[in-house]
């Protein structure tokens, strides 16, 4: 199975500046050159959302303040500038081969 | 719009069984692949299980295999769950997703909450 390992746990960060969650896939999930890693944004009491899909093209509607990048296996949801609505739950995922797989989750707050 | 509603959760005893259901509009339902997602209270998210546009074939993680069963009826535009051998680890709610290229969940229904206690 493919492990997704996120970090930080959580994170506070001040409005207007940047955040950065990281999520290390512990094996290639690249197919025919596209990184299968997807993010999710999950704000309290709501239902998840994707934000991001192979690696780093942003859903429909999503701001470009968010966006997706990776450097060996090591994939990275940015956040810039930090709005008070982005406090949120986010997720990796990844969507190479069953079984699919979530990372733990990082909880962005605002400081 | 893309509508995802799940019904059918609720209290259920360890050992017994749980029909889910997700009713789909807005699209093609018989185009896409679909699945289940759960998130235990307080957790992350799981995958539990996802099915082919045709309902040929069906995927589960070890956690749930040989207990659930997804299936689809596309003439009714909706994906089921069947939920047997319950256990307390089961509790979570439980959420329908469509799943576009790259298994990429990328709409979401409200959830149905399942909990699984004596």
């Known amino acids: 199975n493919i492990v997704l390992t996120q970090s930080p746990a959580s994170l506070a960060v001040i409005l207007g500046q940047k955040a950065t969650i990281s999520c290390t896939a512990s094996?290639?999930?690249?197919?025919?050159?596209?990184?299968?890693m997807h993010w999710y944004q999950q704000k309290p009491g709501q239902l998840p959302k994707i934000l991001i899909y192979n690696e780093f093209s942003r859903a429909p509607g999503i701001p470009a303040r968010f966006s997706g990048d990776e450097a060996e296996l090591n994939f990275t949801l940015t956040i810039e500038p930090v709005e008070a609505d982005d406090v949120a739950t986010y997720y990796c995922q990844q969507g190479l081969t069953f079984p699919l797989t979530f990372g733990s989750g990082t909880k962005l707050e605002i400081k | 719009e893309v509508q995802l509603v799940e019904t059918g959760g609720g209290l259920v005893q360890p050992g017994r069984s749980l029909k889910l259901s997700c009713v789909a509009s807005?699209?093609?339902?018989?185009?896409?692949?679909m699945s289940w997602t759960r998130q235990a209270p307080g957790k992350g998210l799981e995958w539990v299980a996802s099915?082919?546009?045709?309902?040929?074939?069906?995927y589960y993680p070890d956690s749930v295999k040989g207990r659930f069963t997804i299936s689809r009826d596309n003439a009714q535009n909706t994906l089921y769950l069947q939920m047997n051998s319950l256990r307390s680890e089961d509790t979570a709610t439980y959420y329908c997703?469509?799943?576009?290229?790259?298994?990429?969940?990328?709409?979401w229904g409200q959830g149905a909450s399942v909990t699984v206690s004596s």
């Open positions: 099915i082919t546009n045709s309902g040929g074939s069906t």
């Open positions: 094996e290639s999930v690249n197919k025919f050159g596209i990184n299968l």
């Open positions: 807005g699209f093609t339902f018989n185009n896409y692949w």
């Open positions: 997703t469509r799943l576009y290229r790259g298994y990429v969940m990328d709409a």
